[in-house]
């Protein structure tokens, strides 16, 4: 209960910033606000309890495992040219998008990975979403209107139904991945196992200070 009055006010805060900023600014401006996860408040406390965590707190939080709360991130546009339309049809859309959308909507040569709002999604697109908790990693699936939640390290693979738009988790155990969820498993191309540090984290982590 506490933890929820802390992520209301929270959530309350950025809304009042947000507002101060939208009252000063012209309405030529372009402003997206988004963030790179959502969080759980223990909605899925039994399946959570699946994956080894090393905290107390099994299905909280924004790392570990992506459930629908963690893996749907909000995205708010404030657009008065409409350069950036979120599509309405098609498959999954995903926040790798929003460059290529806008590339191509202010005619920039630059580009992106990601596909274009403007176009129709494909249906079949499956959008992947990944956490990690102290070195152990799972990966989210969106496929059509299936889930998969996986976790390497754990051995546990979840299977089920996604309701759009509204979100929900019908999820079971499965014995093991199935075929068209498997071939869109992300492959390690730096060569490493779940918990180790490719060589882009290690830059990362040093360029911050880490050693």
Known sequence: NQRL??????????????????????????????????????????????????????????GGTPWDMVARVPLSVHDPGGVLTT???????????????????????????????????????????????????????YLNDEKLIYGEDDEVVLVGSVSRPQPGEDLKRVSEIPEHFKKRLPKDNNGTKSGDLGSMAENQLEALGYK
């Not at 009042?16 to 988004?34: N, P, Y």
């Not at 596909?115 to 992947?128: Q, Y």
């Open 87 to 141: 599509p309405n049809s098609g498959g999954w859309p995903s926040l790798v998008d929003i460059p290529k959308t806008l590339s191509e909507r202010m005619n920039l040569s630059t580009e992106f990975d990601g596909i274009s709002w403007g176009s129709v999604l494909p249906d079949d697109r499956g959008v992947i979403c990944e956490g990690a908790h102290y070195g152990s990693e799972r990966k989210a699936i």
């Open 5 to 62: 009055k802390f992520y209301t006010a929270a959530g309350k805060y950025v809304r009042s910033q947000i507002e101060s900023v939208l009252s000063q600014i012209k309405d030529d401006t372009l402003i997206i606000v988004t963030g790179d996860h959502g969080e759980a408040h223990w909605e899925q406390i039994e399946l959570a309890r699946l994956f080894t965590d090393s905290r107390p707190a099994h299905g909280a939080g924004h």
